[in-house]
């Protein structure tokens, strides 16, 4: 089955530790911001709705520790049936048949690859009550002599005493800035460290450090998901491989590196 054909992987939930730059086998150094998978299950499985063209299956998945006696009693009894410990957030991602996983199943960095493509979502940095020159970027008044305290006023509204006479909906006006869900696509991820649980995505990511980002497999990004290769990753998820009895382990990947350029272009 090709991503053509509209099969999808489950995502993950992350979260932002900050941003880095880091260069690659080129020399070229790269904004890099610096995703933390935490303990990431599977915690439920549903089937598709009745309203689903695609009947595509849903999963429930949830990341991040919690102490047991701040969690409430209803999600505990729902995360012990799944056989994970208490989480601090959870969210579901719409999967196709041949990527389910079962409940209590790992995802970890490992289900990502380098130089795959992934959409990041998250909230934006809120940044309070602003006025319309930051806000939406007005030109304000003039600075010369005369005008009186209107350097910054946004102006007239067009209301008007009797035509309109009202302020038209969704004028651009001050008010709340920042604060709201916002999704970046087609962000090219750089490295992969499965044994710290970190994933290096090229980029900036919405939110604040220490925020939580939905990640998932890039839905605009075309069948091969940016890497040339459908076999580079893993379905329905990377699964650890024990070597040696002791546990197991993932492989170390590398670096993602673009092309170079040809000379005279």
């Excluded at 063209?53 to 998945?61: A, D, E, F, S």
């Excluded at 002599?145 to 008007?160: D, E, L, Q, T």
């Amino acid at each position: 089955m090709r991503w053509g054909d509209g099969l999808r992987r489950v995502g993950v939930l992350a979260r932002k530790l900050g941003m880095m730059s880091l260069y690659d086998s080129y020399g070229a150094m790269h904004p890099i911001t610096v995703l933390c998978i935490d303990r990431c299950h599977v915690t439920a499985a549903m089937a598709p709705l009745p309203s689903d063209p695609r009947c595509l299956h849903r999963l429930q998945v949830a990341a991040g520790p919690r102490r047991a006696h701040d969690t409430p009693k209803a999600q505990r009894h729902h995360y012990a049936a799944a056989g994970v410990e208490p989480k601090e957030i959870a969210s579901e991602f719409r999967v196709s048949e041949v990527a389910l996983l079962p409940v209590g199943t790992e995802v970890t960095a490992a289900h990502f690859v380098p130089g795959q493509l992934v959409d990041v979502a998250g909230t934006t940095i809120g940044k309070g009550f602003q006025g319309t020159m930051k806000r939406w970027g007005f030109a304000g008044g003039a600075a010369s002599h005369g005008n009186s305290k209107a350097h910054r006023k946004p102006g007239g509204i067009g209301a008007g005493s009797t035509v309109p006479g009202r302020v038209w909906p969704g004028k651009k006006m001050a008010g709340r800035m920042g604060g709201v869900p916002r999704t970046v696509m087609n962000l090219r991820v750089f490295r992969v460290d499965p044994s710290r649980g970190l994933i290096y995505v090229r980029g900036p990511v919405p939110g604040n450090a220490g925020g939580w980002v939905r990640v998932r497999d890039a839905l605009k990004a075309g069948a091969d998901r940016g890497l040339g290769d459908l076999g580079a990753l893993p379905i329905p998820t990377a699964m650890a491989v024990d070597t040696d009895g002791g546990g197991g382990e993932y492989e170390d990947l590398p670096s993602w590196a673009p092309q170079p350029m040809p000379m005279g272009s």
